[in-house]
């Protein structure tokens, strides 16, 4: 079992900028991938950005170049430095984990890009 702790979601005016963070109850080490998702109203959950197995890491296009993840170990914590915020980043952004052939989700935290 892995539980995810997600916060740093709000308001933000276009072209801002919002950190969000996920804490694992587990160290990363043990954990063969964790990033992000969102999901807009009415859309799929999509994959944001992601450390894969071997920290890679994987950006959605759509998001390269203005979000960067990053990790501390010692705290088990993931970020999402998120840069450049335009309106159509607003969703409901998740935290999950993939442990043991299982995917883990965190309780989400919305994100919402308006003027």
């Known amino acids: 079992q892995v539980q995810l702790v997600e916060s740093g979601g709000g308001l933000v005016q276009p072209g801002g900028s919002l950190r969000l963070s996920c804490a694992a109850s587990?160290?990363?080490?043990?954990?063969?991938?964790m990033g992000w998702f969102r999901q807009a109203p009415g859309k799929q959950r999509e994959l944001v950005a992601e450390f894969a197995s071997g920290s890679r890491t994987n950006y959605a296009d759509s998001v390269q170049g203005r979000f960067t993840i990053t990790r501390d170990n010692a705290k088990n914590t993931v970020y999402l430095q998120m840069n450049n915020l335009k309106p159509e980043d607003t969703a409901v952004y998740y935290c999950?984990?993939?442990?043991?052939?299982?995917?883990?989700w965190g309780q989400g935290t919305q994100v919402t890009v308006s003027s």
């Open positions: 999950s984990a993939e442990y043991l052939n299982q995917r883990f």
């Open positions: 587990r160290s990363l080490f043990t954990i063969y991938s």
